[in-house]
């Protein structure tokens, strides 16, 4: 039996794996806080993509442009990728080469991936997919406490809480066990649907698309002016509370509610419901994030929670609710465009300085800040963008948001190389697919939405010909010319490394020794420095700004990017269902996923479905400025009329992100996933085209 970690959501939850004759068994780890014995479909179902029937067990090159991917040995792709990246550098300049990574790698992935860039290649460009998920709430988070940990307390916190607000977060389909922390509450949902999270709710909030920073500020509206602020907290620790309330000023509750269709007693009763509370928290999503004012929108949560004295204090507090399994991770350790280990700036001289000192370089030659993920992939092959791309870890030819015109960039390049386990849509694109390791066949770290680190134990042998991804790295880094001891394959080594490149950062590793993640309850929260101990809950005595206080941030409403008019009547709003997860790379070749929601759908209410001509079990497209989406309709009457709901987790025609908007948040660069304006066209009742079947 190997105690390890299910390789799907950033709850991590313990899992036990068991090797027989007929195969890999998985069950849930009693003896795992977080998830206590409980585990969702995905986890359950986990092993069945490891023996997928297109599992990669070789290298694929094509041996000319516009040719089939073609089985080759080790030696012959990575000699070919390694000739094709000296070629690209030498004529056009490091940047010309770029790395895109993913939410889901282990510490000890991102760690050197992040290296590799910066050192084998030299490029700034370099960014991953959390880009797409945790980055407004990391931002805003930043700002108002001085660090950015998704949960600043245990998830086992929440199970004493009475009020829980969750804002655009359905944890009953994408994070399941941790309903059973929030079983004791009572929940205040904002979420435009009536999910399944909002079905158990005490009080569900239903906001229009795209108003969410509006719904905030009028609850701040409302904390003030029905005397719930507690001032002697905003005093003692926090500053910036009078300029946040001179922008809430403008959102009384009658104004609220004409912008964002919440009825004036529900804005009472969410607030009141908070300050009754003595155990109370407020939770965000990606729902609140994934806009292109998500930071501001944070903020204005967090702010929420500053002036009725919750973080910082023990059983109550905010939290951001982090998708991807190693999210935190994967941010902290240099994936990121701008930041080096540790959580550092990759712009400060001091952090590259002890960052390169560990690496043996000189700092001088660490490049700069590079641009944010969309931008990155929407430079590809663009005159003075790169002309190579290596993918790890994701697949953005699903992900990446206007989907049409990112697949369109990534055919543009000289070279495109991606290290996967599964031909998934953007490993068919590629010129070189690096067949790789998952979860249960290798070691490492991942850091989960609370930030405690745990060990990814190794339980099975890989099929043969596989490899890992830091195999991968250390045998391109050498034929880029780097030393062979530079880039160890080793994830023990790695991890040792990564400690030192962290110390003394926001995300200080460095105290955390192999045997602190020996337990199977691994209680190591970081920050753990050297010569220290673990901290599972922060702020209790000040926050990490010099001067100990908290930050308020003064923040306005602004409309979505696009609004619905003549052409687009209607907002569309994408998400997660219970049976998959991101792209679908994985869960789309477990039976029982498929059998549960084998195709991509939208819901629309049956006014609107009407009105649009389509009927329930129909075809629909679903048509934006960006491009056109199709799905299989389904009617939800408790879905506003105004309003169609797409599941992102389907290739091909179905493909949600062929009409999502790009339009980025300034801060953090997210793009706007959760609303753009479509219209609805029948298309009668054929085989949908986004089949999740494989």
Known sequence: MTRTHCPYCALQCGTRLEVSPQGLTVSPDEDFPVNAGRLCMKGWTAPRVLSAPDRLTSPLMRPQPGAEQRPVSWETALDHVGAELRRIVSAHGPDAVAVFGGGGLTNEKAYTLGKFARVALGTSQIDYNGRFCMSSA????????????????????????EVVLLAGANVAET???????????????????????????????????????ALALGLLHVAVVDGHVDHDYVAQRTTGFDEAWRRAAEWWPERTERVTGVPVADQYAAVRMLAAAKRRYVLT????????KGTDTVSSYINLALALGMPGREGSGYGCLTGQGNGQGGREHGQKADQLPGYRKITDPAAREHVAGVWGVDPGDLPGAGPSGYELLDSLGRPGGPRALLVFGSNPVVSAPAARGITARLASLELLVVADFVPSETARMADAVLPVTQWAEEDGTMTNLEGRVLRRRRATEPPPGVRTDLWVLRELAGRLGQPAHRFPDDPGEVFAELR?????????????????????????HWPFPAGGSSTPRLFLERFAHDDGRARFRAVGHRDAAELPDGAYPLHATTGRVLAHYQSGAQTRRV????????????EVHPDTARRSGLTAGGLARVVSRRGATVARVRTVASLRTDTVFLPFHFPGAGRANLITNPALDPVSRMPEFKVCSVRLEPLGSGAATGSGAL
């Not at 999503?285 to 292109?292: K, L, M, P, V």
């Not at 003394?504 to 691994?522: K, M, N, R, T």
């Open 138 to 161: 990391a931002a805003a988070g930043s700002a108002a406490f001085g660090l950015d940990r998704g949960l600043p307390f245990p998830v086992t916190d929440l199970a004493s809480a």
């Open 500 to 524: 030192r490149a962290s110390q003394g950062g926001a995300a200080d590793y460095s105290g955390i020794e192999p045997e602190h993640l020996e337990g199977p309850a691994e209680p190591v």
């Open 175 to 213: 994070m399941p066990p941790l309903m059973q922390h929030l079983a004791g509450a009572d929940l205040i949902v904002v979420d435009p649907r009536r999910s399944a999270t909002a079905e158990r709710a005490a009080l569900h909030l239903n906001p229009a698309p795209g108003t969410d920073l």
């Open 591 to 602: 039976p029982e996923s498929v059998e549960a929601d084998g195709e991509a759908f939208v």
């Open 285 to 292: 999503g990606r729902g609140a994030e994934q806009h292109s």
